[in-house]
């Protein structure tokens, strides 16, 4: 019994790792080839590859083998890394209004004066 609950929590598990490549794939996938040169980051070509590669991997092979492992990596340095100044440089990402780092909700803090 203890053996098929970890069986299916591997299941789940490798489903999950599936959906997060296939995530990271589709967003390489939609952003512009010249975001990627703007950023400093590699081609598109070559994130398309890697995360397709990964994709394929997990889709194939276990969890538990060394592929999905190297496929996981290269998913997470891509939605670390590459994504986050992928946005920047496309103008999607977080924008700071502007004013200081002591300015609260309503404006600014002023220290209880």
Do not use: C
């Amino acid at each position: 019994m203890l053996v098929e609950g970890f069986g299916e929590v591997l299941y789940w598990v490798s489903i999950g790792l599936l959906v997060f490549t296939a995530v990271a794939f589709v967003d390489a996938a939609v952003h512009r080839e010249d975001a990627y040169r703007a950023a400093g980051k590699q081609t598109k070509g070559f994130w398309l590859i890697i995360l397709g590669i990964a994709v394929a991997v997990n889709l194939f092979f276990g969890i538990l083998a060394f592929l999905p492992v190297l496929g996981l990596i290269a998913t997470i340095v891509y939605m670390v890394d590459v994504r986050p100044a992928l946005r920047q440089v496309s103008g999607r990402g977080p924008r700071r209004r502007g004013g200081s780092s002591s300015d609260g909700p309503y404006g600014p803090y002023n220290g209880g004066r």
